[in-house]
């Protein structure tokens, strides 16, 4: 998401684990994962890491980034999946959604009177995630050298944000429908 949104001062800041996950693998190379919430019993995706992932070049910097969201996508794609419900719900996180780009919101304001069962949510995630990971990987020879994950293009990175931050409110409604799964309980 964008340094603005996430309150970050720049991409050049590295993440810091502050709580303490039981994973499910060791082993992987993505900062993105999935876990079972510990309060819950709940699987649930992992938030976006709001900072650069490390890299020697600018470039590694930006292709680990645009593999993280292919995972973060696909892993809430998955779980969705993995709910089985098939009563349409409404998308509660896209509620005061806003983006920066005037498309992406039009398809926001959509999705607020939009209702999904979980099959068409995890559907819906992998068509966003998939197009902000592309618009990402499609624009590596614009990128910014001191900020890789910002490129020079403002309209265009109006629209890879606009898909960043719709793609992760959409898995943080997978995350409340896990939940609500699990537990038996509707979630705010």
């Known amino acids: 998401m964008t340094a603005e949104t996430k309150g970050r001062e720049s991409w050049t800041e590295q993440e810091s684990p502050s709580t303490t996950i039981r994973l499910s693998s060791q082993l992987k190379l993505s900062r993105v994962f999935r876990f079972i919430d510990q309060q819950t019993g709940a699987p649930q995706i992992s938030d976006f890491p709001d900072s650069n992932p490390t890299g020697d070049t600018p470039l590694e910097i930006r292709m680990k980034h645009f593999t993280e ?106 995350n409340l429908r896990s939940v609500e799964k699990k537990t038996g309980r509707k979630t705010a």
């Open 69 to 174: 969201i292919e995972n973060f996508t696909f892993l809430a794609y998955t779980l969705a999946h993995e709910l089985g419900g098939t009563t349409p719900r409404p998308i509660r996180t896209v509620t005061d959604l806003q983006v920066p780009d005037e498309e992406f919101q039009n398809f926001v304001n959509e999705a607020k009177t939009a209702t999904l069962t979980d099959e068409e949510l995890a559907d819906t995630v992998l068509d966003v995630g998939i197009n902000w990971e592309h618009f990402v990987a499609s624009n590596d020879n614009l990128l910014i050298p001191e900020h890789p994950l910002k490129i020079t293009d403002v309209l265009m990175q109006e629209k890879i944000d606009s898909l960043d931050i719709i793609t992760e409110a959409f898995v943080r409604e997978v």
